[in-house]
């Protein structure tokens, strides 16, 4: 099963692709889409729809994990992320995709055994578990290897 993992934003998009088959993961993708911060939010928003379709098409995942917002004193960040999982969750849905989604808490326990874990130790296990030379590149192209990984983890217990 091909996994694509979304960290959702509306000015940056994480994507990272594995292989899960059985226990074995296999890293094939990873990387950011990177919207111009001064198109209004609606262009934005149709900017990464499209590079999702195109990163779908090209590798042809047949589930999306999207990492849920975090809910805190910032309103409108929460917002903003809300606004960008929604159009991940519309190209996958479009995509006749499954779609599951995870709190950050569920990622960090997934990838690192502890909910309460540091950025610094997710990146640090996704580049182990993926068996990569370096942590990945932006943040978010980590963090969704990380909600990717945490999917292929839970799946048995979490799919629809």
């Not at 942590?135 to 909600?147: E, F, G, K, M, S």
């Not at 999917?151 to 048995?156: E, G, I, Q, V």
Request: proline fraction near 5%.
């Amino acid at each position: 099963m091909i996994i694509l993992g979304i960290d959702p934003g509306t000015i940056r998009v994480g994507y990272g692709l594995i292989r899960s088959v059985g226990n074995k993961l296999t890293h094939i993708a990873n990387g950011a889409i990177c919207a111009n911060k001064k198109e209004p939010v609606y262009k934005r928003l149709g900017f990464i729809a499209s590079e999702l379709q195109k990163i779908i098409q090209q590798h042809q995942p047949s589930i999306a994990a999207i990492e849920e917002p975090f809910v805190g004193k910032n309103i409108q960040t929460t917002i903003r992320i809300s606004e960008g999982r929604g159009a991940a969750i519309t190209m996958a849905a479009i995509n006749n995709l499954d779609v599951i989604s995870f709190s950050p808490a569920t990622i960090k326990k997934a990838v690192t055994g502890k909910g309460s874990a540091h950025k610094s130790q997710v990146q640090a296990m996704v580049k182990i578990l993926m068996n990569l030379h370096a942590i990945p590149q932006p943040d978010d192209a980590a963090d969704a290897l990380a909600v990717a990984i945490a999917c292929a983890h839970l799946k048995n217990i979490n799919l629809p």
